[in-house]
């Protein structure tokens, strides 16, 4: 992992785990802040952008969309105009791994649904959840705490806890149906806040190599 590579960590939230299910946020720790876009779903949501930031000490972009579809669109220009150009390292916290992970696979099955083309090219990715889980000691009475929240309390200062309106990620399904959008977007800035940090951890205290980094270009692209 190169030193000129900076960490930009990544988490989305959705409507459950099955095929047909859909993505409702998508969110970007930048050094700066964090990049979050939502989808309503159609329905009017006004306010969302301010409760967020009035919310939250950093600084918080939130952009509302009507549809996936549009949420996606809007995801691609985000990664093409501010991701490819510069010298970055896209993180999760098990968005995929060699045995599964969520986030990306997600993903890639959503942006087949809309035929539309894959953003994420020229951008190296690593995950975070092997780093901390074989690296670092996270047990609890005897039992590993696996959980992004769980590695975050032991590991950090546990801040970004307050941000988060949920005590579960599965609350987020609820929230949204229940059109509490402004709770499901501060989730997941409270979930890519954790997962920065976890990133700031873990290049502190673990070696370049102890990081699998890979490629998410696709095979046909260009």
């Known amino acids: 992992m190169s030193d000129a590579l900076e960490q930009v960590a990544f988490d989305i939230e959705t409507t459950g785990f099955d095929v047909d299910d859909v993505v409702t946020v998508v ?37 509302i969309h009507d549809s996936e579809a ?75 705490q696996s959980s992004l929240t769980a590695a975050y309390n032991l590991l950090c200062d546990g801040n970004y806890d307050a941000l988060d309106p949920f005590e579960d990620s599965a609350e987020a399904v609820t929230a949204f149906e229940d059109g509490r959008v402004t709770d499901v977007v501060l989730h997941n800035v409270a979930d890519v806040l954790r997962t920065a940090a976890l990133g700031r951890v873990a290049e502190r205290y673990c070696s370049r190599s102890d990081f699998s980094v890979k490629s998410l270009t696709p095979t046909s692209h260009g």
């Open 27 to 63: 969110g970007f720790a930048l050094p700066l802040g964090a990049r979050v876009f939502c989808q309503t779903a159609e329905r009017t949501c006004d306010g969302v952008e301010d409760a967020v930031q009035d919310r939250v000490d950093e600084h918080v972009i939130a952009s």
């Open 70 to 144: 549009l949420l996606l669109e809007a995801v691609s220009e985000f990664v093409k105009m501010r991701l490819r150009e510069d010298d970055v390292l896209l993180v999760a916290f098990n968005g995929e791994t060699w045995q599964g992970g969520f986030d990306v696979p997600f993903l890639r099955t959503r942006f087949a649904e809309h035929s539309f083309d894959w953003p994420f090219v020229d951008i190296p990715y690593a995950d975070l959840f092997p780093v901390v889980q074989k690296l670092f000691n996270t047990t609890v009475d005897g039992e590993p």
